[in-house]
């Protein structure tokens, strides 16, 4: 629950201000990782196995859960949100504020602004001729793949702090974990311009019991960006 921050009444608009401390965006990560195995787990929810038709199910959840939240009752989420700043690129899933302005760090964030981008994907990688395996860190296709989208600056190129979600549907996370770790050495043993070893995930939590585990990884970016921290939610679907 978020239950620090200040609001003040904005005269001549329906909103009102919210001044988050900086480390609101990591506590919202922990609200979004609570969230996934209730998503999963709800009784009501019916069965999907496409990324779209899972994300479509996680927001739906995600709103409901902040509707009823005293802390996180200040926002909304949304799919397929337009990236703010690269034309035809767009964001998985987005929190926003709903009918409040939001401000971190001095950023002013209204309802038609991103909090924070997140991109979500299957594992392992559905099967097709221009599918890499390998998307949730790159593709030899294009800039489809996860980890690559955001160290090109083509997703949250104005955000310091991005999160992706794994639907884990075969093996466990910690298989995950090696076979992800070594298509990233794999990138750095062959030389591929922009990847290094510094661009490895590293475990946060691993919760058997709830099929749950969360991985962090910092990545250098393109075009002169700064870098952005990734926070890795994965959760078990088996």
Not at 51 to 66: F, K, R
Not at 70 to 89: C, H, I, M, N, S
Not at 197 to 222: I, M, N, P, W, Y
Request: glycine share 8%.
């Amino acid at each position: 629950m978020l239950a620090s921050f200040h609001g003040s009444a904005q005269s001549g608009s329906l909103s009102k201000d919210l001044h988050l401390a900086a480390t609101s965006l990591y506590r919202l990560l922990d609200f979004i990782t609570d969230e996934l195995p209730r998503w999963r787990d709800r009784s009501d929810r019916k069965p999907a196995t496409s990324e779209t038709s899972l994300t479509s199910q996680v927001c739906a959840h995600l709103n409901s859960a902040a509707r009823h939240s005293a802390g996180w009752d200040f926002l909304q989420f949304r799919v397929e949100e337009p990236d703010e700043q690269t034309k035809g690129r767009k964001i998985d899933l987005v929190p926003a504020p709903c009918g409040s302005t939001v401000w971190i760090e001095g950023r002013r964030h209204a309802d038609f602004d991103t909090l924070l981008p997140i991109e979500c994907k299957r594992l392992p990688t559905p099967k097709g001729k221009d599918r890499d395996e390998r998307e949730y860190v790159i593709s030899r296709h294009g800039s489809t793949g996860g980890i690559q989208r955001f160290k090109a600056g083509h997703h949250g190129a104005a955000h310091k702090l991005g999160a992706m979600i794994a639907y884990i549907q075969r093996e466990t996370s910690m298989a995950w974990d090696t076979r992800v770790s070594g298509w990233i050495k794999g990138l750095v043993e062959s030389g591929q311009p922009g990847w290094t070893t510094s661009d490895l995930l590293h475990l946060e939590r691993d919760d058997k019991g709830l099929q749950l585990a969360v991985f962090r990884s910092s990545h250098t970016r393109e075009s002169g960006l700064p870098q952005i921290e990734l926070r890795h939610l994965w959760v078990g679907m088996n």
